[in-house]
């Protein structure tokens, strides 16, 4: 029944409800002697904020971040690492009339099954507010990864059917959706627009690449960085399909096709996503996500109510149309997590 | 540098290469008082055995397991339950000539990065002669389930292209691919009869459907019941893409679609696959693997030696022409020992 | 380097140095349904709390506990529990002058060589102010062992040479020493009074009975009860030695001896201090720790400073005399921890 | 339920029963490129094997063990290391009348109250011969370890109240009993055989030193050096007691006696044991184990059946006297497992 905390070496348990007075996170195993301030956590934690794209849920909340422990004159001791963001503008009320329906698509019933007992009030621990303490985690094993000049970037690469033509990692910042093709990104934002009148909500298509990684990483049979990468991102709030590389396309492939042949400046192709055999080969890991539509839309549906008598219900308070961008930075997150543990387990880091 | 144990409270540990002198696995925490003994296991590890379908290797094998501990009269007794079959049928030969190429799409290369030293016959420890260990211990666990009434079924989806456009579960055991529909069953064959004669080799599609299970299962936030499937499979040789419930497809769904309502009898559609928020609900669970070609084939392919030369490599040896069907009870196996473990770590199992 | 988490299904991580904004602890794994709310926890810290015995420093902290999530409506939701409690009384001028001096019996040097940095104010990490997260977890683990009829004790055996003749439970509550023998205590106080008087410490001996257990609590071969008992209780800073039943007397005894017969109505004697081959018989588990005197005294030592050149040093600050009484809750603490753990993973607790 | 496995980045899992068909362990995480063959192995299970001191069992094993997996032309691979090791000499029909009696001092009732079945031939599980497994994994950290300069002695102090007065390490080699002090031995020989002929039992203290271990060993706060010896040593089957430096005696010094003052040599005393606040100081680390007379004894007991109902009991079968020399590698196995894993954790090794 303890399934809060993730990795071995990196070791990290987020805490905390949505609606409850603070939610955060404690890394256990940051290697002493990294620079490390708020500010540092707080960019990431501004990038997964509420209120910057159309999407967006209309919840204002500043996100502070306070680093309690483990930081000493600027830099980490090697010590347990305590960050902790208040509640504030969380709104019950919304929850109250909804408290006894289970919301389609929330986890709300399969909750209430494991529990027999649930803080309704905005999702409680199944909030994406539970994702802080993942981005401020993340936010710490950014700047050890950075040390070793592993990047990780994420982007949309299609939002509500529209889909990006182009990868252009210079766009990306420079539309709300995170989106690597600025034609595409204005399609999103009309799409968004149109949806949201509707009262509904929508998925999407994400990728994240990580650069940088040294060959060797992961650990057979078990622990690999490939599984180790899935279980992340499958167990973000709405991801519903993880592929690596060519991914789902290499049902359809021969062998002499899906080989990355080899030569001396490295591999001429990358369908295997940077990783052979569950241990990365050097080349880029590439990942794809699909993300689900949020299921809190304001047309009804039919439900039940916890006695299972059946009930019309429709999920007010405030949503976001679609868990992107406001993922991307916990996807993020999830993948710098798992590499900065692996990078420890095999000694990469010191 | 330790990962070759999976799972909390149902842990099982692999151990062996392709061409040592045996393969096993160590299960421990099996429940005492279960009914066990070795024609339970033989049962699954024939299943897997090479040499059934024309996919399959020549190496023969007949695989016998020997179960070395934690069974007395018949039952489990709570503690360790070691498994252990012999490896009879390696040539090391076949391999001594490439033994300082690395193949593409296998992890020769990720294998010499991670430890400077391999055992470059027949594989070593990535060869599929692992999975013996897994098959093994998900035989075990299986009988933990079938008690509980749960039931997992796996079949195959499609195959080179091929792709069944029925799923009649009576049909899944009438053909040597697993496909639970008889007429692409025959156009597999043709199938793959032409890829090995062009010395080629084929991917497919794999589905997994897990009935009886109880909601409530799984421990969020980071050791949710999908993030451990999806670690699960995505830890399979060939495995590229896992999906779960609509998978993919979500995201060109809207909220308004991809939401399962409820009603008194039940959920009235199953796009979340048996999975909210990380947990159980009660809906069959619906898992879709795209499993990439073997690696190994008959023609001509581009790569590096050790060194880093160029070289061209002809991967001999006796190899399948696609994972599947032989992947089929090492996935289900896979799916056995997840929820086994959750079983347990819920108490659903005392 | 992650080691402040314990447990496997009740799982506890303690964060917080002596001098930083705040300590606490994540409590993973509790069931749900448990009542608890503030009081609970702060009936525990108020016994650890400094100021209550003259062995006691006289920093002044009202140690107040809030508890930041896992609880709604006065009961337990099985998410994290995140329990804080502000440092207010930390005057770190006093560690100012000896931050570059290794103090004798501390751990200065064992974390400057292990980390490389360290937050030399009060102790940083290794300061007792760490064991509030402990007792704070151990409150809520306490609350589930209550429910169970599992009940423990702890009291002094020996402080300061001056020893218990009588082992009156009634007595332990009714002198500041939590000493079964009232005469005994206050012999205790008067020595206390001399070594205080002296700048010197003194150390003792402390007594757990663990009631109420069921036979069977403990994991063999290595998860052992008496192994995690003895674990817990070493891991306790002054701890220096941990005996389960006759414990050291063993050495000297014969196998006709030191059996403890049965008969219908139960075991005949205590000698195995109720745990058989690291399983609970069902008999009171019986423990015993010696307690190493406060390492930081008033009289000068010889020492060396991080470069490890000589020096003399008086380790002034607000200091205890003996971790004698405040170490009792923490014992008691822990011994609850490891109880509460076995308890959940035998699924003894539901 | 599952606790057979030892270990974070050095991971053990043993398993086996007394009179099953084998005993053995997989060692999981052992670093790649480590010189190994079964020699090594054979050396220290010699060490433990029967039939070597008047303390003995008169059962006969050769004990030889096979290396199955995880090394290849000599070398470790990185991948798991099992270990067999064939049980011939069971003969189960001495217990075959005592099957329903709980023998006094041994895990029987226990066993039977946690499991509810147990494979009641030669103790089943809770036999000495598990310790096979822990002994063979012993040897393989113990390469590592010879390799870093660290060395593990273990010698017997006192046996039968016969105790040594002297700490001569080249008289320990010298005698059956490990003795540091060949007059000691003698006495202890005399000890054995009149012990023998009563049909009796001893205990006796053991004493380990660990050199050449590096400062700054260990993880705080749960996961501290002395806390995971103390938990190893207390899971050594007969060990009641554990100390470490001055031990039990802290409880009557004071602290400006109990402190180890430095200087430029190093620490002038070694009261600590080596370790301060649960990292290894640099000093020489010293435990001490009180070890329990063997329960099995010729002399008729006072007991009970498995439906409670009082009998009298003499357990046959062969046994050892003592459980000391016997114990003596089994410790040592057991200090050179944590050390190995926590050289590991820490990246002391590569």
């Known amino acids: 029944m303890a399934g809060s905390t993730t990795g071995h070496m990196f070791r990290v348990t987020t805490w905390g409800e949505s609606h409850g007075p603070a939610v955060g996170c404690v890394i256990d195993g940051c290697p002493p002697g990294l620079r490390l301030d708020a500010s540092v956590v707080q960019r990431e934690l501004d990038r997964r904020k509420p209120g910057q794209a159309k999407t967006s849920t209309t919840r204002r909340e500043a996100d502070i971040c306070e680093i309690l422990s483990g930081v000493f004159e600027g830099k980490t001791t090697g010590t347990p690492i305590s960050i902790l963001v208040w509640n504030k503008d969380a709104r019950s009320g919304a929850y109250e009339d909804i408290k006894d329906l289970f919301r389609p698509g929330h986890g709300d019933l399969s909750y209430q099954a494991r529990y027999g007992i649930r803080d309704w009030r905005g999702g409680g621990r199944a909030s994406a507010r539970e994702t802080i303490g993942r981005v401020a985690a993340g936010a710490v094993a950014g700047q050890l990864l950075f040390e070793k000049g592993i990047a990780v970037r994420v982007f949309t690469l ?46 999407g298509l994400v990728e994240l690449w990580i650069d940088g990684l040294p060959a060797g990483l992961g650990d057979p049979v078990f622990d690999k960085l490939d599984g180790d990468l899935a279980s992340a991102m499958m167990g973000i709030g709405a991801v519903k399909s993880v592929e690596i590389g060519a991914g789902f396309a290499v049902a359809d492939l021969k062998g002499s096709e899906s080989n990355d042949a080899m030569a001396a400046q490295g591999f001429l192709s990358n369908n ?29 549906q039919q439900t039940v109510d916890i006695h299972g008598a059946p009930a019309t219900i429709v999920t007010r308070g405030r949503h976001d149309v679609s868990a992107i961008p406001r993922i991307l930075p916990v996807a993020e997150a999830m993948a710098k997590l798992v590499i900065a543990d692996h990078m420890l387990r095999w000694r990469a880091i010191q």
Request: contains cysteine.
């Open 272 to 300: 295997s996503g940077g990783i052979l055999a569950g241990i990365s080969s050097g080349a880029r890991v590439v990942l794809r996500l699909a993300v689900k539509p949020i299921p809190s839309i304001g047309i009804p």
């Open 158 to 203: 299609a939002l509500g059917g529209v889909k990006a033509e182009k990868l252009d990692m210079e766009a990306v910042h420079g539309n709300p959706y995170g989106c690597p093709d600025s034609e595409a990104a204005l399609a999103m934002d009309a799409r968004v627009e149109e949806v949201k009148k509707a009262g509904d909500s929508i998925g």
